[in-house]
């Protein structure tokens, strides 16, 4: 019986490997647009991250008066609509097509849970802005949080919300975005529903009731 280091080993081997993140061929149906969502929703993380870095090197206040920051500030923006756009349309097409088929319910949990996280993300960014429209916002959610026994979460408090925005949030968020990828790569993406009009699938179906 192997030990818990040899199973280890050759899960990591499959994890790690090169045939599992850079595979030479692709099934016929991944090949679409609809297909590429994933991709697109992982590329607009890549730029909030990078864009994000570069604004929180050079501060808060740096959008505020700098012209270089605001572009980077805009673009940061713009990656979040970009992000959530593609993520949702993402959604949509795992769910009309079966995603959690095959093995691969773990998978569409985890992307379900990097939504759900995505979304107080977003949040916590908009309340780092220092203006009237957040700092109305932090006093609504403060309210509903204290409602919910949450009262620790000070909203209207910048540096707290700007440590969240910046590091815990985006950290547990890339974390789960990273395994969602993980587990895509080694399932696989999951097959179009069977067309029962074809001739195929009808003596599959019918070998399957005998």
Same mark, same amino acid.
């Given at each position: ?12 081997? /499959? ?20 297909? %590429? ?5 992982? /590329? ?40 959530? +756009?593609?993520? %949702? ?33 977003? +949040?916590?960014? +908009? ?6 429209? /957040? ?25 707290? %919300? +700007?440590? %969240? ?31 029962? /009009? ?13």
């Amino acid at each position: 019986m192997a030990n818990w280091t040899q199973t280890s080993q050759k899960r990591l081997q /499959s994890i790690l490997s090169v045939e599992t993140w850079l595979p030479d061929t692709m099934p016929e149906y991944a090949q679409g647009f609809m297909y %590429m969502l994933g991709s697109l929703t992982a /590329s607009s993380f890549v730029v909030l991250v990078i864009s994000g870095l570069v604004l929180a090197a050079n501060g808060p206040a740096s959008w505020s008066y700098n012209g270089a920051m605001r572009f980077v500030a805009a673009t940061h923006f713009w990656g979040v609509q970009a992000f959530f +756009f593609f993520m %949702m349309l993402h959604l949509w097409r795992v769910f009309f097509t079966g995603a959690w088929r095959g093995g691969r319910g773990l998978t569409w949990l985890v992307g379900s849970i990097a939504l759900l996280l995505a979304i107080p993300t977003a +949040f916590t960014g +908009f309340l780092i802005n220092g203006d009237l429209y /957040s700092e109305w916002n932090a006093v609504q959610a403060k309210d509903g949080l204290n409602a919910l026994g949450l009262g620790w979460v000070n909203l209207t408090n910048a540096g707290q %919300m +700007f440590g %969240m925005h910046v590091i815990v949030m985006p950290l547990v968020l890339a974390f789960f975005i990273g395994l969602h990828i993980t587990r895509v790569r080694l399932k696989s993406v999951v097959p179009p529903y069977p067309d029962k /009009s074809s001739p195929e699938t009808r003596i599959q179906m019918r070998e399957r009731g005998r």
